[in-house]
């Protein structure tokens, strides 16, 4: 009996193990509040993507927008920056900030970034704009030596600004993240 139980548990424990030494890249849980299918984001009219429940797209939240990319586009080892940690990444001022949501690949090994940005008024949205291109330069200009075999995605990253919202990409499909973030916002 003793030994069947310190079996079950080496196996227990030996598949524990062989299953977390994967290559693979945990992603930040989704919150399908958004939908990102390509019926809901264009209805062959131009359309923009629509929340469920009839929410108008106007309210979507930070949170939403990176929910609706990361359901399709992965952020390796993906975490949540909050307005106390913000200031190691972004030098925006958060006092001007309304909504924000920004994941950071946080093992560093990969430039993968998205950070979403909603400033109280026009100004702090072009400092926010402002900060979000300074780190996307400082991004390049570290990756460029770090791992220059992902520098494709700095290179085709992209700040999408539209009225007080400031949102930067940096992920393997910039292109359909756009495609995502514009048919929201």
Do not use: H
């Not at 062959?44 to 108008?56: I, K, T």
Request: some cysteine.
């Amino acid at each position: 009996m003793k030994k069947s139980i310190i079996l079950a548990a080496a196996f227990s424990l030996s598949l524990l193990l062989l299953t977390s030494c994967t290559d693979e890249q945990p992603t930040v849980p989704v919150d399908a509040t958004v939908e990102t299918s390509a019926e809901s984001t264009d209805d062959g009219q131009g359309e923009p993507a629509v929340l469920p429940d009839a929410v108008p797209v106007s309210d979507a939240s930070a949170a939403d927008i990176t929910a609706a990319v990361t359901a399709e586009i992965e952020i390796p080892s993906a975490v949540e920056k909050t307005a106390d940690s913000i200031g190691a990444f972004y030098d925006v001022d958060v006092s001007a900030v309304t909504d924000m949501s920004v994941l950071v690949c946080g093992s560093g090994a990969y430039p993968d970034e998205l950070a979403v940005f909603k400033f109280t008024d026009e100004d702090a949205a072009k400092a926010g704009m402002e900060a979000v291109q300074k780190r996307l330069d400082s991004q390049t200009e570290l990756y460029a030596d770090y791992t220059p075999d992902e520098m494709y995605k700095l290179e085709d990253a992209f700040i999408f600004t539209k009225d007080n919202w400031v949102v930067m990409a940096v992920c393997s499909d910039n292109a359909r993240a756009k495609e995502i973030i514009e048919g929201i916002l």
